[in-house]
């Protein structure tokens, strides 16, 4: 008996324990919303937008990298070398187009005089010379062959064509070169300026930066190996902003609001809590992820939640279970400033 009586003392003391410990902890439970979730962090995975051989990559997993560093190279011999012909061509066409926009210059209008003068004393010894056997045979009497004559006409027709085309060059040599020849000249070197200028573009392109601070966190390819924009050759770990992502059911959706302060637990530092607000709420009702293993949230429809934590001291990982702990009196706090 009295064993008996022992035993159901103990077990007493034990019911009345855990009940105490049960309506104290639903009690608490009351003013913070208890959520289980995963950080989650975003990516980006970097690519050449080029095809070529990877000459240099210089960053490995784990470090850091910030806006704009450099973190691999493409060999650039053959597009430097394009650079340098378009370079090439680019000052032919300068000194084509200067030479147009110049003009003739003073000694070949000279020239072309010469060459007119010449002509016509080429033009008049030719007509001196027909007329004197039209002379010959009009006057004297004296016989003057038929070819004779007929070589006389013809040298002085060619002498007369060759004065008025060297009239012509006179001509077009005070006039100088056409406008149109300028503008042709300017167009073809504007298309060859535009064609530098995209080489350099591409140029830029063979070095792959970062776009934002971040920490690699996958190095895919390495020196040797041929790039392409289908290629990716590092993953970049973005660790600001990062979130936990967690889902609520409906009976506690109403219970809290973007902006309300939270606490984000991990089971590596269980003793040491770090700051966090409630971000994103989803508006679309969805199954229980099987990462949430909460037993009352596994067949329910959940709403998701995303809880930006300030992880100064970096020790958040991805996909690494948190608890996320929310204070409820700030939606009371947050609900009176709406209705002021």
């Keep these: 008996m009295k064993k008996r009586f022992i035993l159901v003392a103990v077990l007493a003391i034990i019911v009345a324990v855990v009940g105490g410990w049960y309506f104290s902890r639903h009690a608490g439970d009351k003013d913070t919303l208890v959520l289980f979730g995963n950080v ?12 070529e051989r990877i000459a240099d990559m210089r960053v490995q997993e784990g470090d850091r990298v910030e806006t704009g560093q450099v973190l691999a190279t493409l060999d650039t011999r053959t597009l430097r ?10 000052n032919v ?81 005070v006039i ?18 535009a064609e530098l200028a995209l080489l350099k573009h591409q140029l830029s392109l063979y070095e792959l930066k970062s776009p934002i601070d971040a920490v ?23 660790t600001d902003p990062k979130w936990v992502r967690a889902y609520v059911s409906e009976v506690d959706l109403g219970r809290i609001k973007p902006g309300m302060s939270a606490r984000v637990v991990t089971d590596s530092h269980p003793d040491q809590s770090i700051p966090a607000r409630v971000g994103y709420i989803s508006s679309v009702a969805e199954f229980t992820p ?7 949230l596994r067949t329910s429809l959940v709403y998701e939640v995303r809880v930006f934590v300030e992880d100064v001291s970096d020790r958040l990982r991805l996909g690494m279970p948190a608890t996320v702990f929310i204070p409820l009196q700030d939606a009371k706090s947050l609900a009176g400033t709406a209705h002021r």
Excluded at 40 to 51: E, H, K, P, W, Y
Excluded at 177 to 192: F, G, T, Y
Aim: charged fraction near 25%; proline fraction near 3%.
């Design 93 to 173: 066409q300068e000194q084509a187009l200067l030479r147009l926009r110049n003009g003739t210059r003073p000694e070949e209008v000279a020239q072309a005089k010469a060459e007119v003068a010449a002509a016509r004393a080429d033009a008049d010894l030719a007509a001196q010379l027909l007329k004197r056997l039209q002379n010959i045979e009009q006057t004297s009497g004296e016989a003057v062959s038929q070819q004779d004559l007929d070589s006389a006409r013809s040298r002085q027709r060619v002498a007369e064509a060759q004065l008025e085309n060297n009239q012509k060059a006179l001509q077009l040599a």
């Design 176 to 193: 100088g070169p056409r406008k149109e020849d300028i503008a042709q000249a300017e167009a073809q070197l504007n298309v060859s300026q």
């Design 290 to 296: 099987k990462i949430v293993q909460t037993e009352e």
């Design 40 to 51: 989650d962090i975003r990516q980006v995975s970097l690519a050449f937008n080029g095809s």
């Design 216 to 238: 690699v966190r996958s190095r895919l390819l390495e020196p040797g190996d041929m790039a392409s924009p289908q290629r990716p050759v590092y993953t970049l770990a973005i």
């Design 81 to 90: 070398l394009q650079i340098a012909q378009a370079e090439a061509q680019i």
